[in-house]
């Protein structure tokens, strides 16, 4: 979406999601993953980020987590 590459993306529930993996965790790449989820806000789509090992190792929380957004953002159907 423009200049940004989104990992998941479901233009009905304007949810994205993004898996962050050990290159995320430095200043710059923060900086840069807050200037994208501020566009993104700005096109009123919600990113639900996750790091890598929490998909690995914590799947059932992290897929709770995004049920439950799509609920609250009256979307309960992935």
Not at 42 to 48: G, M
């Amino acid at each position: 979406m423009d200049r940004y590459i989104i990992d998941f993306y479901c233009p009905e529930a304007r949810l994205a999601i993004e898996l962050d993996g050990a290159g995320h965790n430095f200043a710059s790449r923060e900086s840069l993953d807050q200037e994208q989820t501020s566009f993104l806000a700005s096109k009123n789509i919600l990113v639900l980020r996750f790091w890598n090992h929490q998909i690995n190792w914590e799947l059932d929380s992290a897929l709770e987590t995004i049920w439950s957004t799509l609920k609250r953002r009256g979307n309960p159907s992935p």
